[in-house]
C-alpha cells in the first residue's frame, strides 16, 4: 500500500475538487491521506488535522517558517517522518519548494532540486526539466538535471536509454548563452546519451526523450506553451464563428478539436515530480480538476513504486565525482 | 526617394523570392539596391555586383571577416557609407548581427543591440526585444532594450506611451531570475510607462505594448511560439482528416483558419529592426517569401522615414547617465 499526503488546501479548486480525486485516485495499492482543517468532510478518506493555511500569494519561505501547521508542510513533514510515501500539493509553488526542501531536503551530491513535466509531444511524451525549481542554474546542475531527466524517462515513461537534448538558440554546439555553452560542454563529456542542443520549435513536436534547460526558461517555455495553445484555440473559434457557414464546420470537426485538447490536456498527467530530494514531492498545476488530481496521485505512487527517488540517488552518487566545477550544496 | 540595400544571397529562396520581393517594394519612395553576384537577373533593379556569399551555417565573426566582399557585408558596408539608408538580410543571423556591429557600429551609449520583434498578438501589436541579438545581457541593458521598444512602439506600431514590461517566471517583482529581479528595480525606477512583469503565457494574447528580455530568452520565446502554432495546426488537421465527417468539417473552416494563419503569419511583418546601430538594420527570417521581403524593405523605408535611429539616440543619450551600473561599451 502507498500512502500519498495530500495538501487539502492546495490549489484554486481545494478543498473540494482535490478531495473528490483522492477519492477517485483511492485503490487497493494507494491510500490517499489528506491533510486539512477539522471537519473537512473527506468522503472516508483519513484526515490529518491542522490548523493553518498558505495562501497562493504568499512569500514562500516566510509563509513556510510561519506556518508550521499548514496543511502544505504538515503534508510534507508527513513523508520526512515516515508516516507517508510521498507528498502532493496543488498549492503555492515556491513554498512547496521551500517546503520541500525543509522537510525532505536534498538528496547527497544534489546541487538544486528540479521539476520535471511531462511533455504530451506530438511524436511521445518527453520530459523538461527544470520547469521552475531553479531560476539560477549553473552548468552542473543542468548537467545533473540531465540524469534526474533520465531517471524519469526510464521509471515513469518507460524509454529505455532516453536521449537528452539541451534546450538552445541554434542546434550547434556553440550557440546559445554562457550557460547553455558551459552546459553542453559537460553533457557532452559526460555518460548520458546525449543529442545535442535542440530548438525550442520543436519541444511540442517531440525535440528528445529528455529536455534539459534552467528553471527560469523552462518555466518561461512551459507557460507560453499552454499559453500559445489556449490564445491560438479561442481565436479559431472566434474566427470559425464569424460565419453560418464556419459555424456549421465547427460542429463538425468538434470531436477532432476535443480530442486534440485532450492529448495536450495538462491534466492528463497531472503533477510534476520536484526532483533531487530525499523522498517524492508532487506539484500539481493550481488549477488542478478532480481528474488532474487523481492523475497526480497516481503519478505520485508510480514514482514510488519505481523507486526514483532510490535510483535517483544510486545515480547521482555514481557521478558526483565526475562534476566539472564541484561546488558545496547550499540552500537556494 | 528612401534607398533600401538588399543582400540579394540571404535567405533559404534567394536570390529568386528576395529579387521578386524588392522589385514588388520598389515604388516611387522606396529604391531597393541588391547586393549579388554579376549577371544577377534584377528585372531592372540596380545591382551592386560582389563576389563573395556567406553561407547559412558559417560561424559568423569568421565569415565576416573572412569575406568583405560577400553580399551581406558589402549590403552593410553601403550604408555604413551613406550609399544607402538601410540594409535588410535574410541570411545568416549572426553574421548580420556581426557585420552590422562592424559596419554601422553602435551608437554611443549603447551597451548591446537588440532584435526588436513585432507580435502579431491577439489584442494588436506588440514588440517583443532582444530577440536574439544579446545572448547574455544585463539588467542595464533590459533597461536600454526598454527604451529602444518604446521608440519601436511610438514610431513603427504608431502606440503612444506604450506600456513596458519584463518577461519573468510570475507578476509579482520579486519573482524571477537574477537578472529579472535586477532589471525589474531599474524599469521600475526609470520614466518608462513600465507595468511590471508580464508572463509568457500573455504572450501572444497581447501582454504589452513593449516586452523586454534577454536574448536567449526571447529566442526560445519566438521560436517556441512558431513550433507550438505549426504543430497544433498540423495536429488538429490530422485529427479533422481522421473521419469523413471530420473532413467535410474541415473544409467549411477552411477560410476561417486562412484567416487566422494570415494573421499569424510572420511574413505580414517580414523583418526584424537591429536597434541599438548608428544607421537602420533589418533581419528577415531565413524562409522569407517575396512577399515577406517585400513587407521587410517597407518596414525598413518606415523605419528611415520616421528616423527611428535619430530618436532612439536621442532618447539614449538623455538617459545615458541613469544606468545603475554604467559599463564601458565592449563588443559582444
Known amino acids: 500500500m502507498i500512502r500519498v499526503a495530500v495538501d487539502a488546501l492546495g490549489g484554486d479548486r481545494a478543498p473540494g475538487e482535490i478531495v473528490a480525486g483522492a477519492r477517485d485516485a483511492a485503490s487497493d495499492s494507494i491510500q490517499p491521506i489528506l491533510f486539512g482543517p477539522r471537519g473537512l468532510d473527506t468522503s472516508g478518506l483519513e484526515l490529518v488535522e491542522t490548523t493553518q493555511e498558505i495562501e497562493m500569494d504568499e512569500k514562500p519561505a516566510d509563509a513556510v517558517r510561519a506556518k508550521p501547521d499548514s496543511s502544505l508542510v504538515a503534508a510534507c513533514r508527513a513523508v520526512a517522518e515516515g508516516r507517508a510515501d510521498a507528498v502532493l500539493s496543488a498549492g503555492n509553488t515556491g513554498a ?3 517546503a520541500s526542501l525543509l522537510e525532505l531536503r536534498r538528496l547527497r551530491g544534489v546541487y538544486r532540486p528540479a521539476i520535471a513535466i511531462p511533455l504530451p509531444a506530438r511524436r511521445g511524451p518527453s520530459v523538461l526539466l527544470d520547469a521552475g525549481a531553479t531560476a539560477d542554474a549553473r552548468p552542473e546542475h543542468l548537467l545533473q538535471f540531465g540524469h534526474m531527466g533520465a531517471v524519469f524517462a526510464q521509471e515513469i515513461l518507460q524509454i529505455p536509454n532516453p536521449e537528452v537534448r539541451l534546450l538552445s538558440i541554434g542546434e550547434e554546439p556553440e550557440k546559445g548563452n554562457q550557460l547553455t555553452l558551459e552546459a553542453h560542454a559537460l553533457l557532452a563529456a ?18 528528445a526523450d529528455v529536455v534539459v534547460t534552467d528553471g527560469f526558461t523552462g518555466n518561461v517555455c512551459l507557460k507560453l506553451m499552454e499559453g500559445t495553445v489556449k490564445t491560438l484555440l479561442e481565436a479559431l473559434r472566434d474566427e470559425i464563428t464569424t460565419t453560418r457557414r464556419g459555424k456549421f464546420g465547427g460542429l463538425l470537426i468538434r470531436p477532432a478539436a476535443r480530442e486534440l485538447r485532450r492529448r495536450l490536456d495538462p491534466d492528463t498527467y497531472g503533477g510534476a515530480y520536484l526532483l533531487g530530494l530525499r523522498r517524492l514531492a508532487v506539484i500539481a498545476h493550481g488549477n488542478s480538476s478532480r481528474r488532474a488530481i487523481a492523475n497526480a496521485i497516481r503519478i505520485a505512487a508510480r514514482g514510488v513504486e519505481h523507486d526514483v527517488v532510490g535510483r535517483l540517488a544510486q545515480r547521482l ?11 558545496t550544496p547550499t540552500r537556494p
Open 190 to 207: 559526460g555518460d548520458l546519451n546525449f543529442a545535442g542542443n535542440v530548438e525550442s520549435r520543436e519541444l511540442l513536436n517531440g525535440a
Open 317 to 327: 552518487s555514481e557521478r558526483v565525482v565526475e562534476s566539472a566545477r564541484p561546488e
Open 96 to 98: 512547496m519548494l521551500a
